[in-house]
Structures are given as C-alpha cells and as structure tokens.
C-alpha cells in the first residue's frame, strides 16, 4: 500500500510537470540538435546555429502549449548544464599552468570586467550590460553569459542584452578562431606562447579547441588548458557577483524577497569540480556529464532565443557592439602585453 501511494503521488507530480514543461522543452531540443547538425556537416558553431534557429520560433514562445517549457528550458536547463561544466575542471590543470602564466590569467579576467564596466558607464550604457559582456568576454562566453544573466537582477531588458551577447560573443569567437593563429605567426610566436595566447583571448571552447589544434598538437593541449583555467574561474565570478548584487539589493531595501546567498548552481559546478579533482568521477562518466553539460547548454540557448525577439534585439545600439568589441580587444592586447613580459 505504501509503495502504490508513493507511485501515485510521483504520477501525481510527474505527470504535470511534463505536461506543463515537455513541449517548450522538446522543441528547444529539437532545434539544439538541428544546430549541431549544421556545425558538424557545415562548420558553422553550434551555438551561434542555435541562437539563430531559436530565435526564428520566437512566436512559440509567445502564446501556446510551449510558452511554459521554453521558460523552464532557458532557466533550470541552462543552469544544470553550468553546473555540470565542473566536471571539466581540475587541480591539476591549474598547477600544470604553472604560477606567472595563472596570474596572468586570473588579471586578465579581473581588468576585463572591470573595464566592461567603466566602458559601459563611458559609453552610457547600464552596469548590467558591462558585468555581462565584460565577464562573458573574459571567461568563457556564451555559458558565462548565460550563468551571470542567471543572478544579475531582472528587467525590462535583461533577455535582449543576453541575446546580444551570445550572439555578440559567438561571432567574435568564430573571427577570432581564424584570425588570431594568423596574428600569433606575425608574431613569430612559439607554439606555447600562441597556446597561451588563444586559450586566454578566444571566448567559447569549441573555438579555442579549433584554433590551437589547427597550429599543431602542442599549441591545441596548451590552448585548451588554458581555457578550461578561465572556466574555471565562471564559480567565483558568479559567485562573487551574486553576493555583491545581494549586498547592494539588501541596502536598497530591507524587507522583501532576495537573492539567494550562493546560487545552487554555482555549488554543484564547484562539488564537479572538487569530485573530478580527487579523481571520484571516472573519466567515462566525466566525459558523459561533460556532454550532458554541452547539450544542456545548447539547448537552453535555443529557449533562450525563442524568447527574443528581433525587433527588440535591434533596439541595443551601437554602443553595446562597441563595447564588446572593445572588451575583446583589451583581453587580447593585455595577453600579448603578458606574453612578452614573461618571455
């Protein structure tokens, strides 16, 4: 008897929630799979073939049974798949770095946000906009954009500046991806200086990864390593954030509902992270959460662009492109600045 009301009680939960959230979420996925489609046959970045293909089906997010779903999927999913982007992290690929190049990076990140916000204010725009291109410009683009929207306070605003800056990053990431390895030869760099280079400057992974291994093995091994550091670091950059946004909500008003102190998911990315460390996750599951992770991602920046709109996306402005691309400017400039001091 209590086994037959522990199963209705689940139907009774269950039922529901995939009544409510299974439509919005099925097609988000549909389109996240039609994405990698395209970037595995074509060469266009999946990401930015999400983005765009959700965006044509921004009348489902409008009105119909999928309006719930595409919510849930551009919210909870994309938070479990920055979660699960912790499972990608170890101690050891921090001490493999070595100290002078860490520091490097970890300065870069730290000026990079910080000028997106003085760069924001120059240009008028507001301090939201600068923390989230700064910090998705510095660490690891589209999912970094994704995680700080996620504890940035809402408004009238908060989805078209997303949208822009997936799609602002994604782009820039892509260019990048073929010019930068071009520059680094210029350059006359070695193959672990260029490494450094593109594993600091370039914002996605999947670019990173394209652009070190088209120079040579090395140069791949390096970049990517150095990626995986600047992701690393997306958990105390939230984190930081959100407990600096907190702190200044509190003083704005002291009654009312806040912003939690930790969000859930920049623990659980930090508990991958330290389970992957002590070599607790296999490398099998490690790399079936880090694929869970990638189609959590995909799919949830698919929701995401059914829920913007064009007409509103036209409506950033210059400024916004400029600032971007500003920011990524100033990353790469600071890094060969780095580069050549420690060689």
Sequence with gaps: MTNHNAASAFRQRIVPFLSQNGPGFLVALVVAVTAQFLSEHYGAPAMLMALLLGIAF??????????EGIAFTAKTVLRIGV???GARISVELVIALGWQQLLMVFVAVVLTVLFGLVAARLLGRGWRLGLLTGGSVAICGASAAMAIAAVLPKN?????????TVLSVTILSTVAMVAYPAITQMLELDHQQTGVFLGATIHDVAQVVGA???VSEETGETATTVKLIRVAMLAPVVL???LVIRAAMSR???TGKHPPLIPFFVVMFLIFAGLNSTGLIPPSIQSGLSDFSRWALLTSIAAVGMKTSLRTLKDVGGQAIILIVAETIFLAGFILYGITLLS
């Design 156 to 164: 009238e605003h908060s989805e078209r500046n997303l949208i822009f």
């Design 58 to 67: 921004h009348f489902l997010a409008e009105e119909g049974p999928c309006v």
């Design 83 to 85: 979660a699960l982007l």
């Design 252 to 254: 704005e008003a002291e």
């Design 240 to 242: 930081i954030f959100g």
């Design 212 to 214: 070190g291994f088209s």
